[in-house]
């Protein structure tokens, strides 16, 4: 059985090791994995529900994909924004209906909160093709891109 959720405090631990498996996978490997620092940002997250988002697929009580998401002030105006931390699908589970789910609940949630614009992004290196594709099934658009250098 499958469903997603909000995630609660208790799921932080899990979550964390959810993202250490991400950055191990993707462009980020190389730079330092603090997961004392990513659980802070998931208990604020947690916390503010207004302004922060980290919700989780489950099936049969596993924990197979997460998503991470925050509003704020636009940098060049009032308006406010939704962008994600991270979208992240175990290997597993990639290809099912994890990571679909997640995304419209975070953009259901992003316009309840007064969003104007939504951004999902693909910066780990990972799927990228398939990552935005799915974003263009659900109805984003492919605006620019990302490039990236080592210091």
């Not at 990552?131 to 605006?143: I, N, P």
């Amino acid at each position: 059985m499958a469903s997603i959720r909000a995630a609660k405090p208790q799921d932080v631990p899990a979550l964390c090791s959810l993202g250490r498996e991400m950055h191990a996978e993707g462009w980020y490997a190389f730079m330092p994995f603090d997961s004392e620092r990513l659980g802070e940002l998931f208990h604020r997250l947690i916390a503010d529900e207004q302004r922060g988002f980290l919700w989780l697929h489950e099936t049969d009580g596993a924990i197979d994909a997460t998503l991470a998401g925050a509003v704020a002030q636009s940098w060049f105006g009032p308006g406010l924004v939704a962008f994600e931390f991270g979208l992240f699908v175990t290997p597993w589970a990639r290809g099912r209906s994890s990571g679909p789910h997640l995304v419209r609940e975070f953009v259901r949630w992003a316009r309840a909160a007064g969003a104007i614009e939504i951004t999902l992004g693909v910066s780990t290196g990972v799927m990228i093709e398939a990552t935005g594709q799915l974003y263009q099934r659900l109805g984003f658009s492919h605006v620019g891109g990302i490039y990236k250098m080592r210091a």
